[in-house]
């Protein structure tokens, strides 16, 4: 729409009944050229959320619309315009952009100024269930609500009855209903399991209905955008298969009907048969912590969709993501994560000096990658495109961590969590626990590697990669 209309006040402009037939052509050409480019505006900006009918609007900070939706191969330009009275950037998580595109403020590119705008350039090459978020003082920004789910859709659609998001997300408000910005950046929560809300909301609603007839299948989209709180989703008395993790397809659907463990950051696509005899509402229940909460309704609508036979889905067709062989890798690194509550880490390297606890205290750091807090001058390794790394993560603390990978999808070793060949962005390990992640080297530049626990990356559990053409 956008671009027809820009296309039409141009030959508005120039006077069209005035142009001679060869500058025409001209614009009709621009035109057809520009159609082919997915045009976007994200307004972050203040936006205000009902949720309660006695007391006043929540006031938070978003990222525009309600899903940002781009077609897989085809170029995106997607221009963020800041008008928060903060710094800003936006890092499209998940996805395989270039570098300078990455949105990693700091490393990647600066910061947007309020009043600014910076245009991300790209081509989703992978198709899936993605999202966008500040990475920028994230722990605030992202507390605040600085974050939007991404999808981008196959070139021809998956069969199934309805496409439904569900976006887990804790918020921590005070008395008054209003977000409780006192506490940001309390180290109590930093040196523990980071930031948790007292709110549960799934698509930025309390319990919101999503339509489906008896009988029907869903596409459900998962993701959890909490800072911090590890959540979990009971499926019970569903039929489901998850057909892809983080945005990549599994080969094969696979069958669940246990609950599903979602670390921040994470996202699951199941399809989900509704029983034939389901009537009114049925909750879905977020598990995760001791409560049992309802975050959502199926709102069960006429019109039943009765399925003769139960036919597993089909699996969803397969990105063009590299994956790494088998065999000796090109590189090998190890990652020792030590710090935190319990953790006893007497001392660190913070900024090229080496401090202890107490120091490092002052300075909000409380975790440490390989003896160091936050981000090193140098990567944890250098490799080329295309050359097969092997990290091995050992989870020296007494707390679970959500680990990220800018920029590439990984498989795991050593974990029973999650089914092998699964490929990640994101994957959860327990205390103790240690795990492997293999990857082939994707796009030149520096790529992030982070707990996505978002307190523990402000407090030092950050590091980075290199890739070299
Ligand atoms: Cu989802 Cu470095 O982030
Ligand atoms: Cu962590």
């Not at 180290?187 to 399991?193: D, F, L, P, Q």
């Not at 520096?446 to 990669?465: F, P, R, S, Y």
Request: net charge neutral; glycine share 8%; charged share 20%.
């Amino acid at each position: 729409m956008d671009v027809k209309r820009r296309a039409f006040l141009r030959l508005a402009g120039t006077g069209i009944c005035a142009l001679p037939l060869n500058i025409s052509g001209l614009v009709y050409a621009s035109q057809e050229a520009a159609a082919k480019v997915q045009k976007k505006l994200i307004t972050l900006q203040p936006e205000q959320a009902y949720w309660f009918s006695q007391s006043p609007p929540t006031d938070l900070w978003a990222m525009g619309q309600n899903v940002l939706r781009l077609q897989q191969h085809i170029p995106a330009e997607i221009t963020v315009r800041n008008r928060l009275p903060d710094a800003s950037s936006v890092h499209w998580h998940g996805m395989r952009v270039p570098n300078d595109m990455d949105g990693a403020s700091g490393l990647t590119q600066q910061a947007i100024d309020p009043g600014q705008a910076f245009t991300y350039r790209f081509t989703p090459p992978d198709a899936g269930t993605y999202w966008a978020h500040s990475h920028h003082n994230t722990y605030e920004q992202l507390a605040r609500g600085l974050c939007q789910p991404l999808v981008v859709e196959e070139s021809t659609p998956y069969p199934a009855d309805h496409d439904h998001l569900l976006v887990l997300d804790d918020w921590r408000l005070n008395s008054t209903g209003q977000l409780d910005l006192e506490s940001l950046g309390s180290m109590h929560e930093w040196s523990h399991g980071g930031r948790m809300g007292n709110l549960l909301t799934v698509n930025r609603e309390i319990t919101p209905r999503l339509p489906v007839e008896a009988g029907s299948r869903t596409r459900l989209r998962i993701l959890n955008t909490a800072n911090s709180r590890i959540m979990a989703l009971e499926l019970n008395g569903l039929q489901c298969w998850i057909i892809a993790k983080d945005g990549q397809p599994l080969t094969k659907p696979l069958k669940t009907n246990e609950s599903l463990t979602i670390a921040p950051a994470e996202r699951y696509d199941l399809t989900v048969d509704i029983p034939t005899d389901w009537q009114g509402e049925q909750p879905i229940h977020e598990t995760g912590s001791r409560t049992r909460l309802a975050g959502a309704f199926w709102q069960i609508i006429p019109g039943s969709k009765q399925r003769t036979e139960r036919q597993s889905p089909q699996p969803l067709p397969a990105n063009p993501v590299p994956v790494p062989g088998e065999g000796k890798p090109d590189h090998h690194a190890q990652l020792l994560m030590t710090g935190g509550a319990m953790g006893g880490l007497r001392s660190a390297i913070y900024r090229n000096t080496p401090m202890s606890a107490q120091k490092l205290s002052v300075n909000k750091q409380a975790w440490a990658f390989n003896g160091v807090a936050n981000l090193p001058d140098k990567p944890l390794l250098s490799a080329r495109t295309g050359a097969t790394v092997e990290i091995e993560i050992v989870n020296d603390t007494r707390w679970p961590h959500g680990m990220h990978l800018h920029g590439h999808h990984f498989q795991l070793r050593g974990s029973d969590r999650y089914e092998p060949g699964m490929l990640h962005d994101t994957a959860l390990m327990e205390r103790n626990e240690n795990l492997t992640i293999r990857f082939k080297a994707g796009l030149p530049g520096k790529w992030l590697l982070h707990c996505h626990m978002i307190e523990h990356q402000a407090a030092g559990m950050v590091t980075w990669i290199e890739v070299t053409a």
